[in-house]
T-cell receptor, first 116, second 107 residues
Framework: NAGVTQTPKFRILKIGQSMTLQCAQD?????MYWYRQDPGMGLKLIYY???????DKGEVPNGYNVSRSTTEDFPLRLELAAPSQTSVYFC???????????????FGPGTRLTVL | LAKTTQPISMDSYEGQEVNITCSHN???????ITWYQQFPSQGPRFIIQ???TKVTNEVASLFIPADRKSSTLSLPRVSLSDTAVYYC????????FGAGTRLFVKA
């Protein structure tokens, strides 16, 4: 299994440009997540999905959009890039139990995004 | 969402046992406690997860008292390669990563 894959690894955007960060997992996990991590900080949840066709906002959703048309893929869209979106973006997936909550998250290698 | 509090940083020497304590006073009945390790420029990696009492795997132990308001990650005989940030998370799928504990292991 490849696990969680992310593309691209690095990207530089100009202010106002748009882009899609790709994320895919081959573990048949039902839950998928997008996080951002600013230098020296912890991860902040942007969006998550509990299954194909179902997504919801996390802590910091503004400026981002997601979709989940398949179990495997969970792309993150930046519509109008701003310098504040300069960060490292991690995608993760997990096989969640329901009660009690549990299940480890598997993380991708990250995408380092710079907005100038 | 339950918040967690853990030390910002810790120092240790190779071969020592390291214990990192996390407090989570507002833990809910159905919440698990999960610890992750993160190296620079990498995504976090799962270390251990538990619900109550003690859990042990090949790399760590997790001690959870009866009231579950805190937990302690124990790393036996650390090496230089254990230098990393360690995150304590509480909850289900929608959890909060705090700033974590930066562990420095010295020779």
């Amino acid at each position: 299994n490849a696990g969680v894959t992310q593309t691209p690894k690095f990207r530089i955007l100009k202010i106002g440009q748009s882009m899609t960060l790709q994320c895919a997992q081959d573990m048949n996990h039902n839950y998928m997540y997008w996080y951002r991590q600013d230098p020296g900080m912890g991860l902040k949840l942007i969006y998550y999905s509990v299954g194909a066709g179902i997504t919801d906002k996390g802590e910091v959703p503004n400026g981002y959009n997601v979709s989940r048309s398949t179990t495997e893929d969970f792309p993150l869209r930046l519509e109008l890039a701003a310098p504040s979106q300069t960060s490292v973006y991690f995608c993760a997936s997990s096989l969640q139990r329901t009660t009690p909550w549990g299940g480890e998250q598997f993380f991708g290698p990250g995408t380092r995004l710079t907005v100038l | 969402l339950a918040k967690t509090t853990q030390p910002i940083s810790m120092d240790s020497y190779e071969g020592q046992e390291v214990n990192i304590t996390c407090s989570h006073n507002n833990i809910a009945t159905n919440d698990y406690i999960t610890w992750y390790q993160q190296f620079p420029s990498q995504g976090p990696r799962f270390i251990i997860q538990g619900y109550k009492t003690k859990v042990t795997n090949e790399v760590a132990s997790l001690f959870i008292p009866a009231d579950r308001k805190s937990s302690t990650l124990s790393l036996p005989r650390v090496s230089l390669s254990d230098t990393a940030v360690y995150y304590c998370l509480v909850g289900g799928f929608k959890t909060i990563f705090g700033a974590g504990t930066r562990l420095f292991v010295k020779a």
